[in-house]
């Protein structure tokens, strides 16, 4: 097994790209840099250069910072899992960064990514993945973004995706190849800058969660997958817990009382949804922490910009703590749904 990987950027960000690629990494920029901003262009050309004698390729963004353990994390999941798809990153805000605090909250090193667009801003693909991508891909470029022609391919091509635990990379809200700063803050659902759980195997994944809860522009929301497809279904998370039998609506009241979550209890509904349909020991308390402490910033950061998140930012993560705890609480195991956490991929 090989390693190898390019970090992609913008000819005027060649520098900065220069200083994260180290002596370890290629760089690559943008074939047509006085066009329409396009990723898409770039990482065409990114995943269409791998060396001849490398197996696995990883292609990241040029606003990224790596953690201290991020090649030898790297080169580990992808002898652990060779012929998968491996997301060493993913935002704050999304179903993969909900997939992310699932996966910390009971211990494992990977999770299965959620049904939405595969994260590609530190990504990395075994050869004949790329190479497939780039043939499929090729003249579907004005279609949809990067991301989401990622993960269609992926899926059509059955390729499994899993994203890291904690992640191994963090945005550094640069300016970008594509025109999104719309999204807002982007971060990391959960990063640290030297890897507290070394001694882990990469090995430990929690494969194919039945149900993950997230919180997006302010609302409450549950992924759940469809029994017998590869689909997902959204919805609110009182609408899920309701099928459980547990009333929202007479939880507010608890939430006030306990922690005068007020404003914030879409947040704590949230954390006490992953709660409830979290089964098994805890993951390490430091990485569980880390991933609530993000919840509450990710799920406001279309609204808020970084002044105002940042001032928030305690009064949220206790919020999200005292949710999660009530969550765990209040539900007695055997009306938890099974996620399944594996020592070895099956």
């Known amino acids: 097994m090989r390693l190898t990987g390019a970090v992609m950027a913008h000819p005027r960000r060649r520098e900065a790209a220069a200083r994260l690629a180290g002596n370890v990494l290629d760089v690559v920029t943008d074939p047509d840099p006085a066009g329409r901003p396009s990723a898409f262009r770039t990482s065409l050309l990114a995943w269409s250069s791998i060396p001849e004698n490398a197996t696995h390729h990883v292609l990241l963004h040029d606003d990224m910072a790596l953690s201290g353990r991020f090649f030898e994390r790297a080169e580990r999941a992808a002898r652990a899992m060779p012929g998968a798809a491996l997301a060493l990153f993913a935002f704050w805000n999304s179903r993969n960064g909900a997939a992310v605090r699932m996966g910390a909250l009971a211990g494992a090193r990977w999770v299965r990514g959620a049904g939405e667009y595969t994260p590609v801003a530190a990504l990395l693909l075994p050869r004949q993945v790329a190479a497939g991508y780039v043939e499929w891909a090729r003249d579907r470029g004005e279609t949809w973004p990067d991301d989401v022609l990622m993960g269609r391919y992926l899926r059509q091509a059955g390729v499994p995706v899993y994203v890291a635990v904690p992640s191994l990379a963090e945005h550094e809200d640069l300016a970008s190849l594509v025109e999104n700063d719309f999204q807002g803050v982007r971060r990391s659902p959960c990063f640290f800058a030297d890897d507290l759980l070394a001694g882990v195997a990469e090995e430990r994944v929690l494969d194919r969660l039945p149900v993950i809860p997230f919180y ?125 956490l594996a020592s070895g991929l099956t």
């Open 216 to 340: 997006k522009r302010g609302v409450a929301q549950c992924a759940v997958r469809v029994p017998g497809s590869g689909r997902w279904r959204d919805l609110r998370c009182d609408d899920y817990l309701a099928g459980l039998g547990i009333d929202a609506g007479s939880l507010r009241a608890q939430a006030r009382a306990e922690t005068g979550a007020g404003p914030h209890f879409p947040l704590w509904l949230t954390a006490y949804t992953m709660g409830v349909v979290h089964r098994g020991p805890r993951g390490d308390a430091r990485v569980v922490d880390e991933a609530l402490a993000t919840m509450g910033p990710g799920g406001l950061c279309h609204e808020l910009g970084a002044r105002e998140l940042a001032r928030l930012w305690p009064e949220l993560h206790d919020v999200a703590r005292a949710g999660l705890e009530a969550g765990l609480a209040g539900v007695p195991a055997a009306r938890k749904p099974r996620p399944r």
